[in-house]
């Protein structure tokens, strides 16, 4: 079975930096695409960027300049990096893997447990 594992999250101040991490385990042959979405209590989850095992990105236009994602492909892991952070970047940040072909199963759509970044004025 499949797992995307998140780490990274924390407290930062303003104009921070944080780096998160997400891997899959298991015996995977291939992963489509992978991203991360974000949630703040009480509002709707939020795509935060996304890349392809190509190494094509997309951003949301509320990080885009300030985030950097990157994927790994040997190592199943996909990386943000967030630079110049603000107070609303505070949020439960969620790793996606999509199209995954695995050993024992193929999934189109996974998600990881999430990871709590908080940014401080």
């Known amino acids: 079975q499949v797992h995307l594992m998140e780490s990274g999250g924390g407290l930062a101040q303003a104009g921070g930096s944080l780096r998160l991490s997400c891997a899959a385990s298991?015996?995977?042959?291939?992963?489509?695409?992978m991203g991360w979405h974000r949630q703040i209590p009480g509002k709707e989850r939020e795509m935060v960027a996304g890349?392809?095992?190509?190494?094509?990105?997309i951003y949301s236009n509320a990080v885009r300049g300030r985030f950097t994602i990157s994927m790994d492909n040997a190592k199943n892991t996909v990386y943000l990096q967030m630079d110049n952070l603000k107070p609303e970047d505070s949020a439960h940040y969620y790793c996606?893997?999509?199209?995954?072909?695995?050993?024992?199963?193929?999934?189109?759509?996974?998600w990881g447990q999430g990871t709590l970044v908080t940014v401080s004025s």
């Open positions: 996606t893997a999509v199209r995954v072909r695995s050993e024992k199963e193929d999934y189109p759509e996974l």
């Open positions: 298991g015996t995977i042959f291939s992963i489509n695409s």
């Open positions: 890349i392809t095992n190509g190494g094509s990105a």
